[in-house]
């Protein structure tokens, strides 16, 4: 039998290569896999909607399989986790510590489940560019959000927040804060000094007042604090918010806003969405009047005001 010369065995090597399948797998750190099993145990994953490749015969699946994993995305080599997707998936309970762990997460989505806090851990992932949370159970935030130097949007729509952290102020890229649909009494008047911000949803909370401060956003396009309890005098700073989109960029209404300077009502009318934000306040009751009385009843009359938010008086 006739043997091969050295360059015939590297030859031979070579198309060994090239056509066995490859076999070896690329592994994420020990710690990045630690941090979505403990994500999984955490948040009942046993319930999760899907939880597809995460376990197999009812242990975790094997080390090099996590990019497989339902929700769980990887960069192109196969090495680290860099996005974390499970929205509407029926976790619940709070978020694990070890969630800190996975530092080269730029994108997380949790929208849409039972999740009732967030680790102050998370203020840890410096890469991080969006992080949305709405529709959960939070009620509270970690004041170390404020140290994510990279994010830019921070979705936190229809939870049970009462406050936020004055430290969200410090975020340097922050392009997006929705924080619609929760339970805010106040917000910080630190979140006028986020310089980037371009959209801030505050609507259907429970203000009754707006810190001046929101009027240094120079940059802003879209602000809402539509249905609130917002009373007094629109600060005379909101003529600084000349990024406001023209017709559809703020949206007042439905609280009880006047407005003194005839110069500034009429610039927010051309940013307001329907361009009459007086329009849209509830104002005092005019001409009230009463008549039939009786021990048990009594008839009111009053002026109606118009375009009155469906369902009020």
């Avoid at 998936?89 to 999740?115: C, M």
């Avoid at 310089?195 to 009027?215: D, E, I």
């Amino acid at each position: 039998m006739k043997h091969f010369g050295k360059t015939g065995k590297l030859v031979f090597v070579l198309l060994l290569c090239a056509i066995l399948p490859n076999v070896a797998q690329a592994v994420i750190p020990t710690t990045e896999r630690d941090a979505l099993i403990a994500l999984y145990d955490a948040t009942a994953g046993n319930n999760w909607k899907n939880k597809q490749s995460w376990k197999t015969n009812g242990v975790f699946s094997d080390s090099g399989t996590e990019c497989d994993w339902f929700g769980v995305i990887c960069d192109v080599g196969q090495s680290k986790v860099i996005r974390l997707e499970l929205t509407f998936n029926q976790l619940s309970g709070d978020l694990p510590t070890e969630l800190g762990n996975l530092r080269n997460l730029i994108f997380i989505s949790l929208y849409g489940n039972q999740l009732t806090s967030i680790p102050a851990a998370l203020g840890q992932l410096s890469q991080l560019e969006t992080l949305v949370m709405g529709a959960n159970l939070l009620i509270t935030l970690p004041a170390e959000l404020g140290n994510l130097g990279s994010l830019k949007v921070l979705w936190l729509s229809e939870n049970q927040l009462t406050s936020i952290p004055a430290e969200l102020g410090k975020l340097p890229q922050l392009q997006m804060l929705i924080l619609e649909d929760n339970q805010l009494s106040s917000v910080p008047a630190a979140l006028g000094n986020i310089g980037s911000l371009l959209s801030l949803w505050l609507g259907k909370n429970r203000l009754n007042t707006v810190p001046a401060a929101l009027g240094n956003l120079v940059n802003l396009q879209s602000l809402s604090l539509v249905s609130n309890g917002l009373t007094g005098v629109v600060p005379d700073n909101f003529a600084n918010l000349t990024a406001l989109t023209s017709k559809n960029g703020l949206n007042l209404s439905y609280n009880a806003f006047h407005i003194n300077n005839a110069g500034l009502r009429d610039f927010l009318n051309k940013k307001q969405f329907d361009g009459d934000l007086m329009a849209t306040q509830t104002l005092d009751a005019v001409n009230v009047t009463y008549s039939n009385i009786s021990e048990y009843a009594v008839t009111l009359r009053w002026d109606a005001v118009a375009n009155i938010e469906p369902g009020g008086y």
